[in-house]
């Protein structure tokens, strides 16, 4: 298996009635999302780190191959320079190791890449500071991707030190597509709390796994454009090897996950070599037939 669909989180009151069955308990939530998409990010983590035993359910209540991608703690990346907060990374990459425990194969792995979003005043004045956190971390033991948000590290000679950094540490670059949501007569985020930044997009990929955050617009019809570009070139780093890690966001929440099975139906049109999605093999509950 070497591409995954998913959202930022797994449970959503708003999906009850399409995506999860009617008068679904929030205890199930995992459960049923693990066996319609194939990953997650994990987003709670950002906020709260769950102690072990909940680590430990998260990967008994998934079916094998469903990947968690967890995002690190703010502790760790939003308080300042980085390096002095190596060691909180390290004891979070080490817990959420708690998801591989009896693992006997790597498709039996729950835990995919980690990624570290950094804050949007976290510039390449800093470089040297995120290359001693880079380079404390068990890279050996775990694959990390990196989202930058400040508007420098996405223009030269800024952004070919940071990809050659992250090419030598074998340290994935997140790839974050805001377009939609900026691009457009309208505010789709009027109404969210935590507005995405408006970044360039920047498709460089530094390891042999890709991990892109599709942030779409709220109406299917206006994100055709982005979605036929990024059939594309998820076919081309499929074919070229890679692994590929695709999270729909929508300031809209409860269209993500339909949003996210339309894009699995745009790559099975396009003959891309993606897996079966697991949503897509659920047998449909029979209609109830009328009585009258």
């Known amino acids: 298996m070497n591409f995954w669909l998913g959202c930022a989180l797994w449970g959503y009151k708003d999906w009850i009635g399409e995506f999860f069955p009617p008068k679904t308990r929030a205890a199930d939530f995992l459960k049923l999302y ?3 998409l194939t990953t997650v990010e994990g987003n709670t983590t950002f906020y709260s780190v769950p ?4 680590v430990q359910r998260w990967a008994t209540e998934t079916p094998d ?18 390096a002095s907060q190596a060691e909180g990374a390290i004891a979070f990459i080490h817990h959420m190791q708690r998801l591989n425990v009896n693992a006997a194969t790597p498709t039996e792995q729950r835990l995919g890449p980690l990624f570290a ?19 404390a971390l068990p890279r050996e033991a775990v694959e990390v991707a990196i989202e930058v948000r400040h508007r420098q590290w996405f223009d030269d000679p800024h952004a ?12 994935g670059r997140v790839i974050l597509d805001t377009r939609p949501i900026y691009d457009c007569p309208d505010d789709p985020q009027v109404l969210s709390e935590r507005k995405k930044p408006r970044v360039p997009l920047c498709t ?12 779409s617009h709220p109406d299917l019809a206006f994100n055709a454009p982005y979605w036929d570009a990024w059939v594309q070139r998820v076919d081309a780093w499929l074919r070229s090897g890679k692994r590929v890690y695709f999270f729909l966001h929508c300031p809209q929440e409860e269209h993500s996950v339909t949003f996210a099975r339309h894009v699995q139906g745009l790559l099975e ?10 949503w897509n093999m659920l047998a449909e509950p029979p209609a109830q037939l009328s009585l009258f």
């Open 204 to 215: 460089d990929t530094p390891t042999d796994f890709c991990l892109v955050r599709y942030i």
């Open 34 to 36: 693990s066996r319609r």
């Open 269 to 278: 049109a396009a003959e891309v070599p993606v897996p079966p999605l697991p």
């Open 51 to 54: 102690d072990k035993t909940t």
């Open 117 to 135: 979003q950094l804050p949007p005043n976290y510039a390449p004045q800093q470089f040297d500071d995120l290359a001693r956190f880079l380079e």
């Open 160 to 171: 070919h030190r940071l990809n050659t950094l992250l090419t030598d540490l074998g340290v």
């Open 65 to 82: 191959g469903f990947k968690f991608c967890p995002k690190l703690p703010r502790t760790v990346t939003h308080q300042g320079l980085l």
